[in-house]
């Protein structure tokens, strides 16, 4: 799918259709010190096999897609629902 790396949409905090600069969604770094992270680290350490198990195979052939949309006026943020797609190609 190819997607327009500018639209016009509504922007709740403008209350108005404005320009909104569009981007791909990328998860962040994951944190070390978040309680869960140190909770799967205790289960990890020591002896005794995996404490989940680990996925083999993947049924999928396609991820959803994230659209962050930014307001070009007042720099607000919002998400477009993800559609699952093989490519998204953003196009000037």
């Not at 978040?34 to 799967?40: C, L, P």
């Not at 996925?55 to 962050?68: E, G």
């Given at each position: 799918?190819?997607?327009?790396?500018?639209?016009?949409?509504?922007?709740?905090?403008?209350?108005t259709?404005?320009e909104?600069a569009?981007?791909?969604y990328?998860?962040g770094?994951?944190?070390?010190l978040?309680?869960?992270?140190?909770?799967?680290n205790r289960?990890?350490a020591g002896?005794?096999s995996?404490?989940?198990?680990?996925?083999?195979?993947?049924?999928?052939?396609?991820?959803?897609?994230?659209?962050?949309l930014?307001?070009?006026k007042?720099?607000?943020?919002?998400?477009?629902k993800?559609?699952?797609l093989?490519?998204?190609e953003i196009?000037?």
């Open positions: 799918m190819r997607a327009p790396n500018v639209m016009r949409v509504h922007c709740p905090k403008c209350h259709h404005t909104h569009v981007s791909l990328k998860k770094r994951e944190r070390s978040a309680i869960g992270r140190r909770r799967y289960k990890l002896y005794g995996q404490p989940k198990p680990e996925q083999k195979k993947f049924s999928k052939t396609t991820k959803k897609q994230t659209l962050v930014k307001c070009k007042c720099g607000y943020t919002l998400m477009r993800g559609v699952r093989k490519k998204l196009v000037s």
